[in-house]
């Protein structure tokens, strides 16, 4: 698997590359320190997982680049690790396409895990990282059929309806369904908004995504 980080501190950067080099099979093929570098870099190259920190030292943030890469190359993962490991921070990266959002505190023991849970396309949020949830109401919910309560949480954690067709026993076109009455029923339009219900209402829990 071929990785990009972007990380304006060498030290980091050299200590995640060397981290993620020890897998079989895994490559750091782009290295950048600022948003400028990355994008001209990612131009060339396009890594399967960008693995990409939210303070950066020049003018952009990492929440620009994680906003042009979802923009411009969808198909590349992400996930962020940074140090802000609160709100507003993870919700913003949850909502421009972060699959996953990893606490540099927590980074040397969660990043592998990480890594291999978001390039599978699922969610990965380590347990000192904090976010807000969502208040969805009542009667929305109950609108919601046994089959769509059992695909909610799945869907919730990045799932796609092939992988949630598999999971559940059932046609891939029966998953696209069930996921377009879930959202219209709860009124939400992102994985990441129905990742919020999910977890208020209980059927994901937060220590599910690590």
């Not at 200590?15 to 079989?24: A, G, H, I, V």
């Not at 750091?28 to 396009?46: D, G, M, N, R, Y």
């Not at 879930?182 to 995504?209: M, P």
């Amino acid at each position: 698997m071929q990785i990009g980080i972007i990380e304006d501190h060498l030290l980091v950067r050299d200590s995640f590359k060397k981290l993620l080099e020890l897998q079989d099979d895994w490559q750091v093929t782009i290295e950048a320190c600022s948003v400028a570098e990355a994008k001209l870099a990612v131009a060339l190259e396009q890594p399967e997982l960008f693995i990409v920190d939210i303070s950066l030292s020049d003018d952009e943030t990492g929440l620009t680049f994680l906003s042009y890469l979802q923009e411009k190359y969808p198909h590349i993962k992400l996930l962020v690790a940074s140090m802000h490991d609160g709100e507003p921070y993870v919700s913003q990266a949850l909502r421009l396409g972060a699959l996953g959002y990893v606490s540099k505190r927590s980074a040397a023991e969660e990043l592998i895990d990480a890594v291999q849970s978001v390039a599978a396309g699922k969610r990965y949020i380590s347990k000192d990282v904090q976010f807000t949830t969502a208040q969805p109401s009542q009667a929305a919910v109950e609108q919601l059929t046994k089959r769509e309560l059992q695909a909610l949480p799945l869907f919730a954690k990045g799932l796609n309806a092939k992988q949630v067709a598999q999971e559940l026993g059932m046609m891939p076109k029966t998953a696209h369904v069930h996921k377009a009455n879930i959202y219209a029923k709860l009124e939400v339009s992102t994985s990441f908004e129905l990742l919020k219900i999910a977890i208020e209402i209980g059927a994901v829990q937060l220590d599910e995504l690590a």
